[in-house]
């Protein structure tokens, strides 16, 4: 194993010579040489240094050197470098009395080149006055240059945009009604309802272009609820209100508005009603079984909101899914409010549901109600059978036991039916949803006249 290794190692131990005599001995033989020159020298060199004249005269060559070099840009400290700054407001100056000018940018960036210093510096001092000149200017379409006062010789300015192309026209005044709109109402107390507001003033003068003009469909007072220092049933007064122009379709148009802003007089009100929970079932039960009884954990809520919506409000919809439902079972449900209403004393019920055998009864003399007839039309039937049908029952035998016959009307709607005989389909509707209404006679015949 030795003489192997020997072997292998052999050719590194040559090269290593060859490294050893050409390279390493040159080296060290220079390193050798300059120390004994330095050592020879070291005297002569350090007496001549200390001289004040020499010294004071070194220093003013290198001085003057480091300075023009500089001075002329022969060297750089720093390479260059960009910046933006951005949104410089930009002033127009135009007889605004007189003339609407459209085509300005509310903004522009400015784009620095120098070097790193020279732009610091640069962004604590930004160019001034950005501004574009139309003195002078009639109405039409002109180009324009934007102007702007440079701070710092030694950067370069871009301003973004440079050029532009503005529309100037005559200014025309027109009167408009002013409506009222609430914003953020969801952060007003659901309990409370603005129910009147009562606007300083009910029209504003509007200027602009002809043609800006001619797009404004209204002018709305925008109350933001969020404004309001404490609100509480009763009065109080909202100042600073903006009006915004918009035109047919929603947008905002950007006209004059005189004055801009509005003061309002606000009657708050806490509008409530307690109305009952309707159960409403959705879909068929299983083939064979009726609901037997639909309770719910809360009867009755109190509801919140609009006088107008709380005036036709008669109950509280709760809808459940029992199709095919073969069993009894509980669901808890999710209370919707209806249109209209921001607060409701219960959000949430458990709806249980029993089922029994199907059962089914036939009521006679059903007589038929006529819905939507047009104005200055009358009604007949045909003959005597078709101003009744017998309707057919189907639910558990307690509810039809006990169902009473007023709750179950027979409907015809008329509407779009003109004189003449016609055909109409007959649909029948009851109070007690747990049963199911269907007309024995689907049709019946009657004369418009």
């Not at 120098?114 to 006055?129: I, Y």
């Not at 952060?187 to 009910?202: G, T």
């Not at 009603?273 to 079932?281: A, G, L, N, W, Y």
């Amino acid at each position: 194993m030795r003489k192997v290794l020997r072997v292998i190692s052999v050719p590194f131990i040559w090269i290593w010579k060859i490294i050893d005599k050409l390279l390493i001995v040159n080296i060290t033989k220079a390193f050798l040489k300059a120390r004994d020159f330095w050592a020879d020298n070291n005297k002569t060199l350090e007496a001549w240094l200390f001289k004040t004249n020499n010294l004071i005269i070194i220093a003013l060559i290198l001085s003057f050197s480091f300075f023009f070099l500089v001075n002329n840009r022969a060297i750089q400290l720093t390479r260059n470098s960009a910046d933006v700054i951005q949104n410089q407001r930009v002033n127009a100056i135009y007889n605004s009395e007189r003339y609407v000018v459209e085509g300005i940018p509310r903004t522009v960036d400015i784009t620095l080149i120098g070097s790193s210093s020279d732009l610091f510096l640069a962004k604590q001092l930004p160019p001034s006055d950005i501004k574009v000149d139309l003195t002078g200017l009639g109405a039409g379409t002109h180009r324009v240059n934007l102007t702007y006062t440079q701070t710092l010789g030694n950067v370069q300015y871009r301003i973004d945009p440079s050029t532009i192309t503005v529309v100037i026209s005559p200014k025309e005044s027109v009167v408009k009604t002013i409506t009222s709109d609430i914003l953020h109402i969801d952060s007003l107390d659901p309990k409370l309802y603005i129910s009147n507001i009562e606007l300083e003033q009910d029209q504003v003068v509007v200027k602009g272009s002809e043609e800006r003009l001619a797009e404004v469909a209204q002018v709305r007072a925008l109350l933001d609820a969020r404004s309001l220092n404490d609100p509480a049933v009763g009065t109080m007064s909202a100042d600073d209100i903006p009006l915004v122009a918009f035109d047919r379709n929603g947008r905002r148009v950007n006209v004059e508005i005189v004055p801009r802003q509005i003061s309002a007089e606000l009657t708050i009100t806490s509008p409530s009603k307690e109305v009952p929970v309707r159960v409403i079932p959705t879909g068929d039960v299983a083939f064979g079984r009726a609901i037997t009884t639909m309770s719910s954990s809360v009867n009755r809520v109190t509801v919140y909101g609009s006088e107008a919506a709380l005036e036709n409000l008669n109950y509280v919809p709760v809808r459940i899914n029992v199709r095919n439902l073969n069993a009894n079972r509980d669901f808890n449900v999710h209370i919707g409010k209806p249109v209209g209403v921001r607060y409701m004393t219960s959000n949430n019920a458990t709806v249980s549901v029993t089922l029994g055998r199907e059962a089914t009864k036939e009521l006679d003399n059903v007589f038929i109600e006529y819905q939507n007839l047009g104005s200055g039309l009358s009604i007949q039937a045909a003959t005597e059978r078709d101003t009744r049908v017998s309707v057919i029952l189907k639910g558990s035998r307690t509810v039809l036991d006990n169902l009473d016959p007023t709750t179950v009307t027979a409907i015809v709607d008329l509407r779009g039916y003109g004189r003449g005989t016609h055909t109409v389909r007959v649909r029948v509707v009851g109070e007690d949803l747990r049963i199911r209404y269907q007309p024995k006679v689907n049709t019946v015949t009657l004369r418009i006249s």
